[in-house]
């Protein structure tokens, strides 16, 4: 039934035009799809900070309680371009305890009041990691009820709407971090009866995964318009998480040690992200991103031109500088319009893959040498400032791919 009511949702939208409808469809038909999350600097009230983003498809922000007008933000993102997606930065599972945080005080209160921290059976509180000065919270049902009967995921997606989407109706996307498959805490006591559980117990990890689901549909019932994004770590393909979203963002598929390319390899990668339209609701909405280098454009090309082999928006993280800089590529100014091929999953010839557009194509080799490849009349490559050696403008009839690597060529 949960299904049937977020496909209505959707099917309403299109034509109200609603997150799901006519502005996503758009953007969907005309490639390159890009996106940039934006945190760090968050230099929102720089007028050319506010160009960058809005150069892009989608933008992330990560506002907070207090920051100041942001439904004057979102306003004058859409104004320097009306088909901007823009959404907003939320998170469940997680929080810090600063209660002389005035950004979050109210979180830091409830959490306090209600003993939804996450506890060992001590009754110490734990973190999954130190780095960012937060400890974990019980999203479970096995935590008890405040005098509203709501449990934690529910307060938090009506105390999110009343902050940042009652005020701000021009947000699209709801974006909420964390989607994990299972809790990545060793030991704590979830059920609260006096023993710790192992966070990889699969009870443990699908009343994990069931918390999740009830902060999305109590998001989804206040703002039924908006698009539901996760950022997930897997598939979304266990019963819990499929069909529940409109989107995913997929962190970091290349160039972390983490990243899925480096962990199970291209082929890999490659099916996390083909896969993961399955199993979610339309607009079906996913990111593909990469973090590197931004003076590394073969690593660049090769995350793109993989990321053209579907139907996702590309997002750059910049290793330096983090989410703090927006970085722009010669390839980005290239209009492909249409995609001609649907989504590629096996290779076009010698190892290489292929997608072709309206106005251009895709060619990346995945594999461990150079693949020398006669594609005929009628493409060039492209002209471009960054890499002159790769785009230098110039016709061309036949070229070599270096092993993992990629190329962007248009027509004439």
Known sequence: MGKILALAFCLIGILFRSSCGAAAGEQQAEFPHLLVISQGAKDYGDPVYRQQLARHDVVILGLWRGWGNIRDLVVRLKRINPKLLVGQYTILNEANDDPKNGTIEDVVYKLNRENWWLRKADGSRVQWTSAYGTWDINITEWTKPDFNGQRYPEWLAQRDYRVFFEPVPEFDIWFFDNVMVFPRIAAADWDGDGKDEN??????????????????????????????????????????????????????MMGKAWSPETLQGWDGMMSRYHTVFDNLLPPKLVAFNVAGKIADYRFFRYAYASCLLDDGYFSFSDDDAGRGVVPWFDEYEVRLGKAIDPPQKAPWRNGVYRRLFANGMALVNPTDKPIMLTLGEGWRRLSGRQDPQTNDGQPVTALTIPPRDAVVLIKP
């Open 199 to 252: 966070g990889k117990d699969p009870r443990i990890q699908e009343a994990y995964r069931r918390g999740q689901v009830a902060h999305w549909e109590k998001a989804r019932a206040l703002a039924p318009n908006m698009i539901v994004m996760g950022n997930a770590d897997g598939d979304l393909s266990t019963k819990e998480y499929r069909g529940r979203l409109n989107g995913d963002f997929l962190e970091a």
